[in-house]
Nanobody, 114 residues
Framework: VQLQASGGGLVQPGGSLRLSCAAS????????MGWYRQAPGKERELVAR???????YYADSVKGRFTISRDNAKNTVYLQMNSLKAEDTAVYYC?????????WGQGTQVTVSS
């Protein structure tokens, strides 16, 4: 199983980006899909996650600006990021959990700069 993340890039403050992460291979019953990020010199942090029940969790720093969603049929998770700030600059990683298994994507760079 591999996770392929895409959608990162360079955007100006106040702009928007949409990240996608799709799983290839066979995954049975993905319980949780999430996005983490890691800025230079900082630890990786949880940004948002969505459960199989469709309930969601957001870090305080992104509440009201980011929206996570999932397409179970496509084993894909999305992160819509609006009103981006310089402090959102980081490498974003997707994460899937299925039972006791955990999978990570390769990371996609998001840079917010004027």
């Amino acid at each position: 199983v591999q996770l392929q993340a895409s959608g990162g890039g360079l955007v100006q403050p106040g702009g928007s980006l949409r990240l996608s992460c799709a799983a290839s291979g066979s995954i049975f019953s993905i319980n949780v899909m999430g996005w983490y990020r890691q800025a230079p010199g900082k630890e990786r942090e949880l940004v948002a996650r969505i459960f199989s029940s469709s309930s969601t969790y957001y870090a305080d720093s992104v509440k009201g600006r980011f929206t996570i969603s999932r397409d179970n049929a496509k084993n894909t998770v999305y992160l819509q990021m609006n009103s981006l700030k310089a402090e959102d600059t980081a490498v974003y990683y997707c994460n899937f959990r299925s039972g006791t298994f955990e999978y990570w994507g390769q990371g996609t760079q998001v840079t917010v700069s004027s």
